[in-house]
């Protein structure tokens, strides 16, 4: 007997706005499946807006976000949803709240100028200069010593993925329980599918505090598309930002404590150290340049599921 679906969304009203990588119909009927509703336009009685940072801070905003700021409501980005679901329960949304300062009308910009004019400057009282010094004397203030904090771990391994923008920005966050980064594919012979997905939790370089969570997806063989969440303040935020991602793609939890488990209609998880040892093995000359693979998708002849090199053949 199949477990009934948690409700943890139930009373809560939600609309979105802007281009999301799932897509709105995903998200919606995600919401929806666990208790939710989703508003066609944003208004008083709903409690959420879910959008990403590139259509917040845009050159221009959208009537939903005007409506979000009229009405105080918040504005949180799509991976909150995602990591809601993950944990079956309703997470604080400040982790996942995208903060913008609220584009001013012509109205509210007339009405500051014109009380700036009409307001009168306040006079100060004269002060005689002697009365000045005999104030007493300042007492000097100790101030503790700053103890400096170290970056977060990052993975010197691992190379940033390019289609970010982000390689001369920031590294590849590592701690004792993995290196944050992901290679998906998704294959069914029978409808012709075969796509990949990677994603990667990235720390600033600069070291004050932002991290972002960068996502690269497409048909195999082709460009694909791209796109980076944040930055996030907050390294928490971004790491249910990135767990979220794994769960819904591969159904799998993040960091792996065992085995990956393949399950139907899911992404599957690369190993990257077979990879890497495969082309330490090519010759000096082949490395970094473009390789034709394989993905085998049984275990054949003792071999693990992956990719695999094509081997050249004498005729």
Partial sequence: MAEPVPLFFEGMRFAIAGKLEEGKRRYKAQIVKHGGRVSKYMNARVHYLISNDEAVKGATQSKDMKRAFQHDKPIVREGWIGACIAES???????????????????????????????????????????????APKHRRVLAPRVAVGAPGVSHKVEVMEQSGMVDKAKVFEN??????????????????????????????????????????????????????????????????????????????????????????????????????????????????GLWQYYLHNRVDGKAIGWYNYEARAN
């Fill in 89 to 135: 329960k309703v997470l604080n949304y400040k982790f996942f709240e995208i903060k913008v300062k609220k584009q001013k009308g012509k109205k509210e910009k007339k009405a500051k100028a014109a009380l700036k004019a009409k307001a009168p400057k306040a006079k100060l009282p004269k002060v005689k200069k002697a009365a000045l010094k005999k104030k």
């Fill in 176 to 289: 004792e329980a993995a290196v944050w980064d992901a290679e998906l594919v998704f294959q069914e012979r029978g409808r012709g599918k075969d796509k990949y997905f990677n994603m990667q939790l990235l720390v600033s370089t600069a070291e004050d505090g932002q991290y972002w969570v960068a996502q690269h997806w497409g048909l195999t063989g082709m460009p694909g598309r791209n796109l980076v969440e944040g930055p996030m303040s907050s390294i928490k935020a971004a790491k249910a930002t990135f767990r979220a991602r794994f769960r819904v793609k591969t159904g799998n939890v993040w960091p792996l404590t065992a085995a990956f488990v393949e399950k139907p209609n899911k992404y599957k998880l690369l190993a990257r150290g077979d990879r890497e040892a495969e082309e330490a093995e090519l010759p000096e000359k082949d490395r970094g340049e």
